[in-house]
């Protein structure tokens, strides 16, 4: 049986999807309150239904999403190959990068 903040968190990310389709009936989308009403609807839907999917997750219900990286974790990796370490000439940092000139 799904927990009950797992079914108030869906409930609650549905709701604001409903606003936005309101939104759109009515013909208001294309105004910047509805605009902006679009937005904020949407941020709250994604911020329940993010709170959904830690709530399966912590649960392990999206255990078959790990699949992929178990298997990839579980053939043998090839060695890193390494580039022979070349020094350059470099100046030091502390030198002046303009000759010095003589006066004579």
Same mark, same amino acid.
């Given at each position: /049986?799904?927990? /009950?903040?797992? &079914?108030?968190?869906? &409930?609650?990310?549905?709701?604001?999807?409903?606003?936005?389709? $309101?939104?759109i009936a009515t013909?208001?989308?294309?105004?910047?309150?509805?605009?902006?009403?679009?937005?904020?609807?949407?941020?709250?839907?994604?911020?329940?239904?993010? %709170?959904?999917? $830690?709530?399966?997750?912590?649960?392990?219900?999206?255990?078959?999403?790990?699949?992929?990286k178990v298997a990839?974790?579980?053939?043998?990796?090839?060695?890193?190959?390494?580039?022979?370490?070349?020094? =350059? %000439? &470099?100046?030091? =940092?502390?030198?002046?990068?303009?000759?010095?000139? &003589?006066e004579g």
């Amino acid at each position: /049986m799904l927990p /009950m903040m797992l &079914v108030i968190s869906i &409930v609650m990310g549905i709701v604001p999807l409903l606003g936005i389709v $309101w939104t759109i009936a009515t013909g208001t989308i294309t105004t910047v309150d509805g605009l902006f009403m679009s937005l904020i609807l949407l941020t709250l839907s994604a911020v329940f239904f993010l %709170n959904a999917y $830690w709530e399966l997750r912590d649960r392990g219900a999206l255990a078959f999403l790990d699949k992929k990286k178990v298997a990839a974790e579980a053939t043998p990796k090839a060695a890193p190959k390494v580039a022979p370490k070349t020094t =350059a %000439n &470099v100046a030091p =940092a502390t030198q002046d990068s303009k000759p010095k000139e &003589v006066e004579g």
